[in-house]
């Protein structure tokens, strides 16, 4: 009983971890003004992972300060953060975002 109890929390633990997704090193903008995507209007994050941009859900593109800012603001500037979340139907579900520059 003891060993069942274990495994059922070590399975816990594993979906917990599984479902933020893995973290990873990625370019974050404006999907609209620096990745070309047009699927919704208005300046909203993205992330690009292998050359290939999706819109972000659990984030969004002023949390990070303004977004028209011309040295750091996503409407002008392409920045790299650490993520981690994972892809739901064409959008990044974001779990977290760390920018490293």
Do not use: Y
Request: aromatic share 8%; hydrophobic share 40%.
């Amino acid at each position: 009983m003891k060993n069942l109890l274990v495994f059922c929390a070590f399975l816990a633990i594993l979906s917990c971890n599984k479902a933020k997704g893995k973290t990873q090193i990625v370019e974050v903008s404006c999907g609209q003004c620096q990745f070309g995507l047009a699927s919704q209007k208005g300046c909203d994050l993205a992330v690009r992972i292998d050359e290939q941009a999706f819109f972000v859900d659990g984030a969004h593109i002023d949390d990070f300060g303004d977004a028209h800012d011309e040295n750091s603001g996503f409407c002008e500037v392409i920045r790299k953060a650490e993520i981690s979340g994972k892809i739901v139907h064409d959008r990044f579900q974001v779990s977290s975002i760390n920018l490293l520059d």
